[in-house]
């Protein structure tokens, strides 16, 4: 067979393979990159940091703050916000755009 008789080697079984796997990478990297992720880690991470200071806090901090462990109260609201956003992301995980809603390429226009 010639290549120019449109035959590309490829059967339409090997093809929906192929665009099933595209499908699934697409989708692993849109949940990859949610930013829910990212802003839920940070504020889990730093809760902890500041939780801890306030366990460890002298009472001279406490009384600077006019008898308030300040730094225990806010790891603890950031320790709760962080995971509030990753519990969201764990219940409502993003979708794949559909394919007809990728952008398409538009074709060069001549002078």
């Known amino acids: 067979m010639s290549e120019s008789s449109g ?14 796997e595209l499908e699934t990478k697409s ?3 849109a949940q990859l990159f949610d930013i829910r992720r990212i802003i839920g880690g940070l504020f889990v991470l730093y809760g ?12 001279a901090d406490i009384d600077k703050a006019e008898g308030v462990n300040i730094n225990l109260w806010t790891g603890l609201g950031m320790l709760a916000l962080g995971l509030f956003f990753l519990a969201w992301l764990k ?8 394919p ?6 538009k074709p060069a226009e001549r002078p």
Not at 9 to 16: I, P
Request: aromatic residues 6%; proline residues 12%.
């Open 100 to 105: 007809d809603a990728l952008p398409q390429e």
């Open 27 to 29: 989708a692993t990297a």
């Open 91 to 98: 219940l409502r995980p993003t979708a794949p755009p559909p």
């Open 7 to 20: 035959y590309s080697g490829f059967s339409e079984k090997d093809v929906q393979r192929e665009v099933s």
């Open 48 to 59: 902890v940091i500041v939780t801890i200071a306030g366990f460890t806090a002298s009472d």
